[in-house]
């Protein structure tokens, strides 16, 4: 008895010193077996992100908090808990023998999937320190661990010092949404022992603290950091007291929450993270984990297969939810954290073809309720996360959601969620005719993509878009059996197909033109576009606009027709959405190939010159931030995406290969809006693509859930042997593809776990046999006729 009582008091005894000592078990190995990817020294003074869906923290891959970003000018950096800002940072430093050293030149940054790390071997001398740092999903707060180690053999004594930096303001157009910024006031929490600080006017609450008790905290008081951000903030230091000795390691845990709302709601999140900080850690792992598995990607390019894998994780990164507007998918990191229209009408195509009903459900919910504020079926450009729309839609978002839907419900097959949305397709389209196509030709006047001032005619994505609006929607009318609808609808986009394919061509460029308009609009622009590229030195740009305008010069004032000014990227979405004729198509993809760099393409074709060829570094934007110059993710991808269409998978492979260079280039684990390293460090529709070429194009799934019928039409890359792409879903089925080619024979193997209907589509020709499930199938009539797969497995085996 006194044997099992010894050893009961033992346990208990452990439990309640791990229960009062929480600081001393690091939460980063709990990531021991998660990949990591370590950064470039020369980008330790660039941005890093925390993500988290509620909390987020940016700052520099050094450690310290800068101001960063635009949009609020300054404040785009720090601690965010929209539709606020929490805090602008902090600091820390360390006081050894009375001598005081900043932890603000950290000589290594990690990033995780779910968290960051920087590491300080050289900041104090005998120590080494580690700062690591995670957003719980679902938390309105964060948590910051130092893990300090003393790296010689003498004891030491240090004082940590922590020095917060609260900055509780609204978000942009907080003023529209009677958001009024005020002092910060801070208050000490003795039963926390914490600093909490709160707006003078308004409800705005920020509490930071730490996992043991501080042995001074001061108010306003200068920190040696000499760290002083601007706004109406207030400072709060905590001071802790840590004896180490030889090898030793101590763990100091901080924890920040807020609240945009109460109080109480802050000092509950604070308690909770101080209560279940591993708990949220795995939690947010596990969640990753499956990201990861699902649609994962296995090919023999081990940097291409990363980039898909991780472009994944950055869609992750930029959920935002505001619960009482909504949850969805933001644009890019750090300025355009908030809710847009277009961007995820493209990346949601990416996330449904990943797995990701549930996002991509919440994110089409949220964009559908926050345009019915336009109440005539158009939909929203960008909504700030306190509800206020910014832009209430240019005119190319309308359609593009109609083709979203339809995407989405192929992927699906939810007549319920297609119901849903119905009736806003409808009601937009309407108003996207009959407000926007003033002479009646089908051609919408109005910004599409590229919002270039003056560049609001008739223009080619906004046509090329509605015409596959109006080819969607057919579909959809069918299905909800509108048959007077089906034919009108699809009146409608056999007509737009023609008048594309016909009246914005320009044969003498072998290009789709930017625009349709008069001559006297066409003339306005060429000036505009003679300006830009004389200032960026572009002298092939400026003798082609020159003849141009010669040209033009002589055609009647108020004639319309298309005109190649720009050489815009737009001009490729005929191809992109597969309804450019095939002649014209193939000369308009040789013709695109001419504007690019080694990392993609460009946004405005007279940007580039000769010496792009040789531009794989550091892109030189503009201070006052700025498109002018860039190679875009979204230009490659749709790029890809127009190859792809047209049966060239080995450019298609190269424009993602290009892409690929930019990945980790500035931000471990991410790629960057503008190649290589500017703009938003993290940008949304890198899905759209990835996810599209690879998954939809390379891989060849094409569902017709509603149907149970999956279309497979793969096109591999030709230097591809090995392929596999693992648990892709679609609806409640789930398909495995996966390639294995040799010189003499090509082996394509598909599971389902459903038993559905598979037509199966290739060029059949190049292959003397085909042997399907171990019989030969004979193929004596339409040798490209799809093959009718039945059962959950399918092995196909072409011998050449």
Not at 387 to 416: C, H, M, R, Y
Not at 631 to 645: H, K, S
Request: aromatic share 12%; proline share 4%.
């Amino acid at each position: 008895m006194k044997l099992w009582l010894s050893l009961y008091l033992f346990l208990i005894g452990g439990l309640f010193s791990c229960q009062q000592e929480p600081g001393d078990r690091s939460l980063s190995a709990i990531l021991d077996d998660m990949e990591k990817l370590v950064g470039r020294e020369a980008y330790l003074e660039s941005p890093f992100f925390t993500p988290g869906d509620r909390v987020y923290m940016v700052g520099h891959q050094d450690g310290t908090f800068p101001e960063l970003g635009w949009h609020v000018e300054g404040e785009m950096g720090g601690i965010w808990n929209h539709p606020i800002k929490l805090m602008d940072g902090f600091t820390a430093a360390i006081q050894l023998e009375d001598q005081f050293y900043c932890l603000n030149r950290a000589d290594a940054f990690i990033n995780y999937p779910i968290a960051n790390k920087h590491i300080f071997r050289n900041a104090v001398p005998g120590l080494e320190v580690e700062r690591f740092q995670f957003a719980p999903d679902g938390q309105q707060g964060l948590i910051i661990e130092f893990a300090i180690k003393n790296v010689d053999k003498s004891p030491k004594t240090i004082q940590f010092e922590f020095t917060g930096h609260t900055d509780l303001m609204p978000v942009w157009l907080g003023e529209r949404a009677n958001m009024i910024d005020h002092a910060d006031m801070m208050e000490f929490d003795a039963s926390r022992k914490a600093w909490r600080g709160k707006d003078a006017g308004n409800d705005w609450f920020v509490l930071f603290g730490a996992d043991r008790e501080p042995v001074d905290y001061l108010q306003d008081s200068s920190s040696f950091c000499n760290y002083q951000p601007k706004g109406l903030g207030a400072t709060g230091q905590l001071v802790y007291s840590l004896v180490l000795g030889a090898d030793d390691i101590q763990i100091l845990r901080f924890y920040v929450a807020g609240s945009y709302s109460d109080q109480t709601d802050a000092e509950t999140t604070y308690d909770r993270l101080y209560k279940d900080a591993a708990t949220f850690l795995l939690d947010k792992k596990r969640h990753y984990e499956k990201i990861g598995a699902i649609a994962k990607l296995s090919i023999e390019d081990e940097a291409l297969q990363r980039a898909f894998e991780w472009v994944k994780y950055n869609t992750e990164w930029l959920v935002r939810d505001v619960p009482e507007i909504g949850r969805g998918l933001g644009a890019g990191m750090p300025d355009y954290p908030w809710w847009f229209g277009v961007d995820n009408e493209y990346t949601l195509k990416g996330a449904i073809a990943t797995g990701r009903k549930d996002l991509v459900y919440e994110t089409i919910a949220l964009i559908h309720k926050l345009s019915e504020s336009n109440g005539n079926g158009r939909i929203i450009h960008e909504v700030s996360t306190n509800g206020v729309v910014f832009n209430p839609g240019n005119i190319n978002e309308t359609p593009q959601f109609a083709s979203l839907i339809w995407w989405v419900f192929q992927w699906t097959g939810d007549k319920e969620f297609l119901a849903k949305y119905y009736p806003m397709i409808k009601k937009g389209l309407q108003w996207l005719m009959e407000e926007n196509d003033l002479d009646g030709n089908l051609f919408p006047d109005g910004y599409g993509m590229m919002e270039i001032h003056g560049l609001e005619s008739e223009m080619i994505d906004v046509a090329v878009y509605t015409q596959k609006a109006f080819a969607d929607a057919a579909q959809m009318a069918k299905i909800m059996g509108e048959s007077e609808q089906v034919e009108s609808y699809q009146h409608i986009a056999d007509a737009l197909r023609i008048k594309i394919n016909e009246e914005f061509w320009v044969e003498e460029f072998n290009s789709y033109a930017d625009f349709i308009g008069t001559t006297a609009e066409a003339l306005s622009l060429i000036n505009a576009a003679i300006i830009r590229a004389d200032t960026l030195n572009k002298p092939w740009a400026v003798q082609e606009l020159e003849q141009t305008k010669k040209r033009v010069s002589n055609y009647p004032k108020n004639q319309k027709q298309g005109f190649v000014v720009f050489h815009n990227w737009v001009v490729n979405t005929p191809m992109e959405v597969g309804i450019a004729d095939l002649d014209k198509a193939i000369l308009a993809l040789d013709k695109a190939s001419k504007f690019v760099n080694p990392f993609g393409v460009f946004v405005t074709g007279i940007d580039r010159d000769e010496s792009a060829e040789m531009e794989d570094g550091s892109f030189s934007g503009s201070k006052v931030f700025s498109y002018t110059g860039a190679v875009m993710t979204l230009p490659t991808g749709v790029q890809a995406i127009a190859e792809n269409n047209y049966g060239r998978p080995d450019q298609a492979l190269d424009y993602l290969k290009r892409m690929t260079k930019s990945f980790g280039f500035a931000l471990p684990g991410s790629i960057y809006e503008v190649s290589p390293d500017y703009g938003m460090m993290t940008q949304a529709w890198n899905l759209y693509a990835y996810a599209v070429p690879m998954v939809t194009q390379f891989f060849g799934v094409k569902p017709e859930a509603h149907l149970k019928l999956i279309k497979i039409k793969p096109q591999f890359p030709s230097d591809w042997n090995r392929a596999k792409l693992e648990q892709i879903v679609i609806a409640d089925n789930v398909l495995d593809i996966s390639l294995d080619k040799t010189t003499d024979r090509v082996v394509i193997d598909i599971t389902q776990k459903k038993d559905w209907t598979l037509e199966f589509e290739m060029d059949f020709r190049p292959f003397r046999k085909i042997v399907l499930n171990g019989a030969d199938v004979q193929r004596a009539t339409d040798w490209n006729l799809p093959l009718k797969l039945e059962g959950k497995h399918n092995k196909l085996e072409f011998f050449n």
